[in-house]
């Protein structure tokens, strides 16, 4: 009559797949109760393989606790670290500002012409400090969840022109013009830092890669959803490159020709999906690049 016993092959399948779940039912006392020599030393084999991959399993769980704890640290520090640096240049641009007055109602010619160049200088260097501390608080805050969003009744229009009026300087020093092409005023409820955040993004991108083109911002709307596109005739972004430039440090364009950081384009994204909306790009390598944002208009 046939055994009813499973043989040692099943036995030890069943005990692979035991332990490929995490569990083993294999014993020291049942390794001594078995009868082959050759069965004994596998089963205690197969007890060492269970016992080191716990081992090894505890040890992964504490190296990802251990590196979650040093990233929110390493976040926490970027949040207090970039908050810090936001007084002193707050204060910085204040006395610009201030030197700027008395250098325009006091200063003597000669002197005037050679300091006030010189203040627009540091100015253009402070703004730029500025603009690094605020790309770092953005990091932290997206990197930690933390992007908050407060809505006001606003024109989009016009925060569209604040943004522009902004970088007219930038943008001449580039050769570009700016121009914005509206059909009326678009009210809604806007988180207006933000929106102006973001078209300020993708203004700075379009002076940078646009080969003192014009550039044109155009806003539209319906009933729900509000629009608005940054048209440059600049380098364009090949095909293959425009999913990643969405992403975290991916940049395109040539490094010798173009500094930066990789980061513009994946907080722009981040604060206009914070914002319920969607960004999209339609662009051609030497011809140019169209950003778009589409932004729920009442929230
Ligand atoms: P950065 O400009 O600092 O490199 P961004 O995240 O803002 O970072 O942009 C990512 C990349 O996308 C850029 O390096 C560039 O290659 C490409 N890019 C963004 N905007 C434009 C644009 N208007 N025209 C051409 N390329 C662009």
Not at 61 to 79: H, N, P, Q, Y
Request: aromatic letters at 4%.
């Amino acid at each position: 009559m046939p055994s009813t016993e499973p043989s040692l092959v099943e036995r030890l399948l069943t005990h692979i797949a035991e332990i490929g779940a995490g569990r083993c039912s294999i014993t020291d006392a049942g390794i001594e109760a078995e009868a082959d020599p050759n069965a004994q030393q596998i089963f205690a084999g197969l007890l060492m393989l269970h016992e080191d991959l716990q081992f090894a399993q505890q040890r992964q769980t504490m190296l990802l606790e251990d590196l979650r704890g040093a990233i929110r640290a390493r976040d926490e520090f970027l949040s207090i670290a970039g908050h810090e640096l936001r007084t002193p240049i707050t204060t910085l641009v204040l006395q610009i500002e201030g030197l700027e007055g008395v250098l325009r109602e006091k200063a003597p010619a000669e002197v005037f012409e050679n300091v006030s160049r010189r203040l627009t200088l540091t100015r253009r260097q402070v703004d730029r400090l500025a603009a690094l501390i605020a790309t770092l608080i953005d990091v932290s805050r997206i990197n930690s969840q933390r992007v908050e969003v407060s809505r006001e009744p606003a024109d989009l229009v016009e925060v569209l022109r604040s943004a522009i009026d902004r970088l007219c300087d930038q943008a001449s020093r580039a050769g570009s013009s700016l121009r914005l092409e509206a059909a009326g005023p678009i009210p809604g409820d806007l988180d207006v830092s933000r929106v102006e955040q973001v078209a300020t993004n993708l203004l700075t991108n379009a002076i940078r890669y646009g080969r003192g083109k014009p550039i044109i911002v155009r806003a539209s709307s319906d009933d729900e959803r509000a629009r608005f596109s940054v048209e440059d005739a600049g380098i364009g972004i090949a095909a293959a490159d425009q999913p990643r430039i969405f992403e975290q440090y991916e940049r395109a364009a040539p490094v010798t020709n173009y500094a930066g950081l990789g980061l513009g384009l994946w907080i722009t994204r981040h604060l206009v999906e914070a914002l319920g909306g969607t960004i999209s790009l339609r662009s051609e390598l030497g011809v140019g690049s169209v950003f778009t944002v589409e932004l729920p208009r009442f929230g």
